[in-house]
C-alpha cells in the first residue's frame, strides 16, 4: 500500500474561488462596519462615550481587516501551490509517455 494522493484540480480552484468570494464579503463587510460606525458617531450620538465607541469599533474593524488581508495572502500561496503541484504532475505525466 503506497502512501499517494491528488489534487483535484478543478475542484480545487472552485473551492478557492468560494474562499476568495468569502474575503470579498468580509471586506464589503468591514467597510460597512467603519461606514455605518462612524454615521453613528457624526450623525446620532456625540460626546467622549461617542468617541470611545467609534475608537473600539474601528479597532476591532482594523484587525478584521488585517485578518482578512491575511486570508487574501494565505489563498494566494494555496492558488501558487496547487498550480506547481499541476504543472509537476503534468511534466511527470509527459517525462513517462516519453514526450
Known amino acids: 500500500m503506497s502512501n499517494t494522493f ?3 484540480y478543478e475542484e480545487a480552484k472552485t ?3 468560494k474562499i476568495e468570494k468569502a474575503i470579498e464579503d468580509l471586506y464589503i463587510n468591514v467597510e460597512l462596519i467603519d461606514k ?6 457624526k450623525d446620532t450620538w456625540v460626546g467622549k462615550d461617542a468617541d470611545a465607541y467609534q475608537e473600539k ?3 476591532y474593524s482594523d484587525k478584521l ?3 482578512t488581508d ?3 495572502e494565505l489563498v494566494e500561496k494555496l492558488k501558487d501551490i496547487v498550480e506547481d503541484l499541476k ?3 503534468e511534466k ?3 517525462k513517462m509517455s516519453g514526450e
Open 15 to 17: 473551492e478557492i474561488a
Open 36 to 41: 455605518n460606525t462612524n454615521g453613528i458617531s
Open 70 to 72: 491575511s486570508f487574501k
Open 87 to 89: 504543472a509537476q504532475e
Open 57 to 59: 469599533i474601528l479597532g
Open 92 to 94: 511527470s505525466a509527459a
Open 65 to 67: 481587516k488585517k485578518q
Open 6 to 8: 491528488g489534487i483535484r
